[in-house]
């Protein structure tokens, strides 16, 4: 399996422009998951998913946040409009969660988004 | 509110000591916490995941405890190695209803010098 992937890896954009990152799943997981990593704030988690459908928004900084799970193999994460404060890494991760303990969960390389 | 901690931030060691790292949590009412490992500009790899029943997991140099009624855990690498230097952090999984969201530690940085 080619693990999680997530695209683009990394995002120079303008303040003001709009950002979408993107996440393919590994296959069979059920739970899906966007962190953001910053050194002041350290992993931060941002929404999850179970079965394509969000669970656990609270994470979410503020409407310009938004993200969709269309279908059980891809995800997206968009910022509409950015602001340089959105500067970070942002992770994708997904487990299979299905009310067992057995959720161990798996990293994508992550997006750096720079917003100027 | 789970609160994750992880102390020290970072530790600097010579090459072959063996070391421990910490990780403590406010509630033990967990299912399960897992021990990860970051590469700079990497993202994190799982090393061990370790069930709200079990009191320890072993791969290759590592072993992880957990002490759930203490509200602790520890990450134990023997014969530490140059390629260890890495950041360490450590999540929990609160129990909830309808929850599978981890709670992070800050992580504790690493660097084993040669």
């Known amino acids: 399996d080619a693990g999680v992937i997530q695209s683009p890896r990394h995002e120079v954009t303008e303040m003001g422009q709009e950002v979408t990152l993107r996440c393919k799943p590994i296959s069979g997981h059920n739970s899906l998951f966007w962190y953001r990593q910053t050194m002041m704030r350290g992993l931060e988690l941002l929404i999850y998913f179970n079965n394509n459908v969000p669970i656990d928004d609270s994470g979410m900084p503020e409407d310009r946040f938004s993200a969709k799970m269309p279908n059980a193999s891809f995800s997206t994460l968009k910022i509409q409009p950015s602001e340089p404060r959105d500067s970070a890494v942002y992770f994708c991760a997904s487990s299979l969660a299905g009310g067992t303990q057995m959720d161990e969960q798996f990293f994508g390389p992550g997006t750096r988004l720079t917003v100027l | 509110k789970q609160e994750v901690t992880q102390i020290p931030a970072a530790l600097s060691v010579p090459e072959g000591e063996n070391l421990v790292l910490n990780c403590s949590f406010t509630?033990?009412?967990?299912?399960?916490l897992q021990w990860f490992r970051q590469d700079p500009g990497k993202g994190l790899t799982s090393l061990l995941l370790i069930q709200s029943s079990q009191r320890e997991q072993t791969s290759g140099r590592l072993n992880a405890s957990l002490d759930k009624s203490s509200g602790r855990s520890t990450l134990y690498i023997a014969a530490s190695q140059p390629g260890d230097s890495a950041t360490y952090l450590c999540?929990?999984?609160?129990?909830?209803?309808?929850?599978?969201?981890?709670?992070f530690g800050t992580g504790t940085r690493l660097k084993v010098l040669a």
């Open positions: 999540a929990v999984r609160p129990i909830a209803s309808g929850t599978y969201k981890y709670i």
């Open positions: 509630d033990s009412a967990i299912y399960n």
